[in-house]
């Protein structure tokens, strides 16, 4: 069974950094894309960026140039390093892997 488990959220001010982990169990997980969405209040889940199993990366724009996604394969997480915060950025973050299996999500608040 796969098991998703996000962590790293909080309450930051505008203009901080954060740094979400997902660890990822019950799969082979350097064979899988992986990727952060986000759900703010009101508002449809949205995807922010994504990581192949090759490395490679996409990001919205609105993230673009502020947030990096990378993964660990000897340690099954996949990270989002989000810097220069906004407070647009508060939502609930969730880790995915496919085939609708998400994480349980992690809250981050930007504070203005």
């Known amino acids: 069974q796969v098991q998703l488990v996000e962590s790293g959220g909080g309450l930051v001010q505008a203009g901080g950094s954060l740094r979400l982990s997902c660890a990822a169990s019950?799969?082979?997980?350097?064979?899988?894309?992986m990727s952060w969405h986000r759900q703010a209040p009101g508002k449809q889940r949205e995807l922010v960026a994504v990581?192949?199993?090759?490395?490679?990366?996409n990001y919205a724009a609105s993230v673009k140039g502020r947030f990096t996604i990378s993964r660990d394969n000897a340690k099954n997480t996949v990270y989002l390093q989000m810097n220069s915060l906004k407070p647009e950025d508060t939502a609930v973050y969730y880790c995915?892997?496919?085939?609708?299996?998400w994480g349980q999500g992690t809250q981050v608040t930007v504070s203005s």
């Open positions: 995915y892997v496919g085939r609708g299996r």
């Open positions: 019950g799969l082979i997980f350097s064979d899988n894309v």
């Open positions: 990581i192949t199993s090759g490395g490679s990366t």
